[in-house]
């Protein structure tokens, strides 16, 4: 078989952080995909954790979980909802996991009595990584996203490495993503700071061959002349890209300024017409046009740096609201609840009615647990749709197991370790991990299968199927011992791994829509496919719901 030239697209930034090039990045690959191109992702971020899986969702944001269980940078999920394709965990590359390769290489001999340095060496291993990652998938185009921003002591070392990529094979392109800030007293758009960026990149011995403007307005003529001029391109490698209502449009208004067909050229290919690109694009015109609103609360608890952070603890959950919604012609309209108020206040309860639907997200720890308690109460009792995820399924059991099998205090041993009635217990060979402080990378973790009982509500969103697979992130489980319990109560446990010891999916047939999962099902939801249980769940959700029972 020949042996496929892989081609590099590498994605920096400049001026600020979070301008959104994970999504840049993803949204060239979506147009090289829409052409019909097989792409992969890689995101390099510079810290020394080996993933991201111990840092707090109100530090990094969501952790992202791939099917083969790692636990990496939310920018994968990005790259997997607009790439439509599964992305492992080696194409999240960490500062840490490049310098424990090396030092174990070192200590293995590998480097046969050499002097191991910085240079050539980290690099060197740099590379391996990324072009294993494009082997790997066969894919003609690898994206390649350098996190942290130009100037940055801590990627001087990345950006080294794709340097002497360039010039060792010269399939690489480089795109340069900078901010251009309108400031308020001058009321103008400024381009100083992209000039200086672009400045900072030349020095590491890189130019750009397109550089994209994030600001708040689009770029007129005279900044991308500016721009041009002085960073050394030509007026059509600088790209607009204002503020959007809408992620997914972004490839849209890329195609637009015929990026990808510049991006080809570079390469000297051709840019086709697809079906698939023109798919896209009517799907997101479809979306702009929708007017009905669906409102939909997340009890949540990742809340503790104000506002800003939100959005990023519980990314994948809004994507997957996002996307079920605008399947079924809703207007999500997302707001934040956080149940800590309803331990102050259990009257405030009453509010869950404004809303159409409830999710209950995962999450780790004891804060706000007795607010969600009491939330979920309400939910059930009052008929309101709901599904809960990973914790949220934990903490509907414990509320069944409370308030209708009538086992006082019972509890997930998370929380309260010495509860009389541990209904939710810790998985047996996490008991291990915790006890020698082996936090890092070892939960449940990545794709399992879970079988569906027929005649559930479950089985019935999944299509039929009575085998389905989600991915998980968790150390505590449904105690095997209550189910039988519970069951008699009138929860229905619809989905248990093949070996019927874990229970994977809940349902109360009784209720308008009451579903949870011990899975994580928002990671498998795409823009034209939205995952079935936000889908079931959006739906009742649009339907309206009858009196309390
Ligand atoms: N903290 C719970 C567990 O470890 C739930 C985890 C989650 O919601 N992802 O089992």
Request: hydrophobic share 35%; charged share 30%; proline share 5%.
């Given at each position: 078989m020949k042996k496929k030239d892989i081609k590099y697209i590498v994605v920096t930034g400049g001026v600020l952080s979070g301008l959104g090039k994970g999504i840049v990045n993803a949204s060239i690959g979506n147009l090289l995909v829409n052409q019909g191109y097989k792409v992969t992702a890689v995101k390099i971020d510079p810290y020394i954790n080996l993933d991201a899986g111990t840092m707090r969702p109100t530090e990094h944001g969501e952790v992202w979980v791939t099917d083969d269980g790692g636990e990496t940078d939310q920018d994968l999920g990005n790259y997997e909802r607009f790439l439509n394709t599964n992305i492992p965990k080696g194409n999240n590359i960490t500062t840490g996991q490049v310098y424990l390769e090396v030092i174990n290489k070192e200590r293995n001999l590998e480097y046969h009595g050499k002097c191991v340095e910085v240079i050539p060496h980290i690099p060197q291993e740099v590379e391996r990584r990324i072009i294993k990652a494009g082997k790997e998938a066969e894919a003609d185009f690898v994206m390649v996203e350098i996190g942290g921003t130009i100037g940055d002591y801590q990627n001087i070392l990345f950006l080294e490495t794709v340097r002497e990529m360039k010039r060792r094979r010269n399939n690489v392109v480089f795109v340069h993503v900078a901010y251009l800030p309108i400031p308020n007293h001058i009321g103008e758009m400024k381009t100083k700071p992209a000039q200086h960026s672009v400045r900072q990149l030349n020095a590491n011995g890189i130019q750009p061959d397109f550089i994209i403007g994030r600001s708040k307005l689009p770029l007129d003529d005279v900044r991308?002349?500016?721009?041009?001029?002085?960073?050394?391109?030509?007026?059509?490698?600088?790209?607009?890209?204002?503020?959007?209502?809408?992620?997914?449009?972004?490839?849209?208004?890329?195609?637009?300024?015929?990026?990808?067909?510049?991006?080809?050229?570079?390469?000297?290919?051709?840019?086709?017409k697809t079906k698939k690109s023109r798919a896209w694009q009517d799907y997101i015109n479809k979306i702009s046009r929708i007017k009905k609103e669906l409102k939909i609360g997340i009890v949540g608890k990742y809340f503790d740096i104000g506002n800003f952070s939100l959005e990023d603890s519980y990314v994948s959950i809004i994507e997957a609201v996002k996307h079920a919604a605008w399947?079924?012609?809703?207007?999500?309209?997302?707001?934040?609840?956080?149940?800590?108020?309803?331990?102050?206040?259990?009257?405030?309860?009453?509010?869950?009615?404004?809303?159409?639907?409830?999710?209950?997200?995962?999450?780790?720890?004891?804060?706000?647990?007795?607010?969600?308690?009491?939330?979920?109460?309400?939910i059930r009792e009052n008929n309101i749709p709901f599904l809960g995820l990973c914790l949220g399924m934990q903490l509907a059991v414990v509320e069944f197991a409370r308030n209708v099998c009538g086992l006082k205090n019972a509890h997930t041993t998370e929380v309260s370790p010495d509860t009389d009635n541990p209904v939710i217990d810790i998985l047996p060979e996490q008991k291990d991990n915790l006890r020698k402080k082996n936090y890092g990378a070892t939960m449940r973790l990545g794709s399992y299968p879970a079988k569906l009982k027929k005649e559930s509500l479950v089985c019935r969103l999944y299509g039929n199927k009575t085998i389905i697979s989600e991915r998980h992130r968790h150390r505590y489980e449904v105690n095997p011992e209550y189910a039988l319990l519970l069951e008699q109560c009138g929860l229905k446990f619809s989905g248990v791994s093949p070996d019927r010891k874990l229970m994977e999916f809940l349902e109360l047939p009784d209720h308008n829509f009451f579903v949870a999962t011990q899975a994580h099902p928002e990671f498998k939801s795409r823009l034209m496919k939205p995952a079935p249980l936000f889908d079931g769940f959006v739906k009742a959700a649009a339907k309206g719901r009858g009196k309390s029972q």
């Open positions: 991308k002349e500016k721009i041009a001029l002085f960073c050394n391109v030509k007026k059509d490698a600088v790209l607009s890209a204002p503020n959007i209502d809408n992620i997914y449009r972004i490839p849209v208004n890329f195609e637009k300024q015929q990026f990808v067909h510049n991006i080809l050229k570079k390469f000297g290919m051709k840019y086709k399947r079924n012609n809703r207007k999500p309209v997302i707001e934040w609840i956080n149940s800590k108020k309803y331990e102050c206040d259990p009257a405030l309860i009453k509010e869950l009615e404004n809303y159409d639907g409830i999710i209950i997200p995962g999450g780790f720890g004891s804060s706000g647990i007795d607010g969600k308690l009491l939330a979920i109460k309400y």
